[in-house]
């Protein structure tokens, strides 16, 4: 049974036909700008025209808070959507399909965990991205919380001197970490301004860059040590454009080990590389088969 996976972030879309948990076909494209979720979902579909027929129902992660009326952002500088946006809604009024949506992180975290030892128990999935997402499994069970908010670890604030982020907080995770913040400092420093892949490329010889990702790299770190400490992860997955970036990984678990014992954690990649949290949109259909 092939399954509509769409997973949307604050930059780009990417849409998969999904089948046996595999992904037989896949295209993405920039996040368009609308303020209707029935002009966002048919654009959507415009892009999986040739699909339509071949898959029997939907699956969407997304950045934000997911409630049953809709997303809404946490942080709107990563999601300009008007809240809440009843996008589910939408789709299952253009096709007729059944819909089941997540929030995107919490999506790859069902994902992810399937594909651990059977004797993990407690993990996190944090996506280092445009923002910075999480995804919490307590006891085998994925923690979402009264209103869905679990799991949005990028707002802890860990700097009470740091920048301000768009969810109103000073010093989150997401505003010293995320690939958006990594630009934002990149720019202050380098003209003409240049993007984070080049940013990475350049940071082998150059200190500024060097030091903007050991920032980032440090802020998910304490992240990491901060979910062992309440948490008592057995492990921390971790995934997105930025956290499976060349040496970005191996930046975390240096700073990681530089902590106490007690509060350092294994950091592995994802196993859905870039795309967990496709992966975990078709997926979400199978987790009561799972859990």
């Not at 934002?184 to 010889?205: C, G, Y």
């Not at 930025?242 to 509060?263: C, D, M, S």
């Amino acid at each position: 049974m092939a399954t509509l996976a769409i997973d949307i972030g604050g930059t780009k879309i990417a849409i998969g036909l999904v089948e046996n948990d595999a992904i037989v076909e896949r295209r993405q494209f920039p996040t368009p700008i609308v303020q209707q979720a029935e002009h966002f979902a048919g654009t959507i579909l415009e892009h999986a025209t040739d699909w339509i027929g071949q898959f029997s129902r939907i699956g969407i992660s997304t950045t934000g808070l997911v409630t049953e009326q809709g997303i809404s952002a946490i942080n709107p500088d990563t999601l300009a959507f008007p809240a809440p946006f009843p996008l589910a809604q939408a789709l299952e009024k253009l096709t007729k399909l059944p819909v089941a949506m997540l929030n995107d992180a919490q999506a790859a975290a069902w994902y992810e965990y399937t594909q651990l030892d059977n004797n993990t128990k407690n993990m996190a999935f944090i996506t280092v991205s445009t923002g910075v997402g999480g995804g919490i499994i307590i006891n085998g069970q994925l923690h979402s919380g009264a209103t869905g908010l679990a799991g949005h670890v990028g707002h802890f604030s860990i700097d009470p001197n740091g920048p301000h982020c768009g969810c109103g907080q000073i010093g989150c995770v997401e505003a010293i970490a995320s690939g958006t913040a990594i630009k934002r400092f990149s720019d202050a420093q380098f003209t003409p301004n240049i993007s984070n892949i080049e940013l990475f490329s350049l940071a082998q010889s150059n200190p500024i860059a060097n030091e903007i990702i050991e920032q980032s790299a440090k802020a998910i770190a304490t992240l990491c040590c901060n979910l062992k400490a309440t948490l008592d992860l057995d492990i921390v997955v971790l995934g997105g454009g930025v956290g499976l970036a060349n040496t970005y990984l191996e930046r975390v678990q240096q700073h990681i080990v530089a902590r106490p014992k007690a509060f350092q954690v294994t950091v592995v990649p994802a196993k859905g590389d870039y795309d967990a949290c496709l992966l975990g949109a078709a997926f979400q259909f199978n987790k009561e088969e799972i859990w």
